[in-house]
T-cell receptor
């Protein structure tokens, strides 16, 4: 089955810096890669996703890149702000109606 | 996205008892999923619930311990049976939405503590 590895497990940056979180997946049939942000005590929130027919997707300060050949995808956050502090999870699935397999999460701390 | 609610939001239970968690969605959805999130950990899939058929369980999770019902397209329940302290966790339901069907949105979760 699918296995998703996520690095780093913790990331500390200064406000205004960029943050990059990387994930690798094992199942070449996977074609959907979402990223979730989870604040303390709250549910995971979908913040951006990418499908296998696209190499990059941007939404304001957040971008995701996908390298299908290498089976890895990354989340990029620019101009970080303290409110970006949270746990970020990557995930993968290989068709609509199938469950997501999650990475172990990255705790991002943005200090002002 | 769909509005998803769960009941109860939290509970403290005695070992050996059972708790049923409800998940309600404000629109009809084909697939519902149940996840467990242990303290400080990632999300682990328990089972997939498709209306009108038996739930599909992941390795390490069995129907006798986590029976699931899916009576219609807007509702599902997960029961945690014969609880032990190791079952203390957050239990979340999610639904599959979006134009291509992959996008998953989560309920607020049920925080379970077993004493």
């Amino acid at each position: 089955g699918e296995n998703v590895e996520q690095h780093p497990s913790t990331l500390s940056v200064q406000e205004g810096d960029s943050a990059v979180i990387k994930c690798t997946y094992s199942d070449s049939a996977s074609n959907y890669f979402p990223w979730y942000k989870q604040e303390l005590g709250k549910r995971p929130q979908l913040i951006i996703d990418i499908r296998s027919n696209v190499g990059e997707k941007k939404d304001q300060r957040i971008a995701v890149t996908l390298n299908k050949t290498a089976k890895h995808f990354s989340l990029h956050i620019t101009e970080t702000q303290p409110e970006d502090s949270a746990v970020y999870f990557c995930a993968a699935s290989h068709q609509a109606g199938t469950a997501l397999i999650f990475g172990k999460g990255t705790t991002l701390s943005v200090s002002s | 996205s769909a509005v998803i609610s769960q009941k109860p939001s939290r509970d403290i239970c005695q070992r050996g008892t059972s708790l049923t968690i409800q998940c309600q969605v404000d629109s009809q959805v084909t697939m519902m999923f149940w996840y467990r999130q242990q303290p400080g950990q990632s999300l682990t899939l328990i089972a997939t619930a498709n209306q009108g058929s038996e739930a599909t369980y992941e390795s390490g999770f069995v129907i006798d311990k986590f029976p699931i019902s899916r009576p219609n397209l807007t509702f599902s329940t997960l029961t945690v049976s014969n609880m032990s302290p190791e079952d203390s966790s957050i239990y979340l339901c999610s639904v599959d939405q979006g134009p291509q069907g992959n996008e998953q949105y989560f309920g607020p979760g049920t925080r379970l503590t077993v004493t």
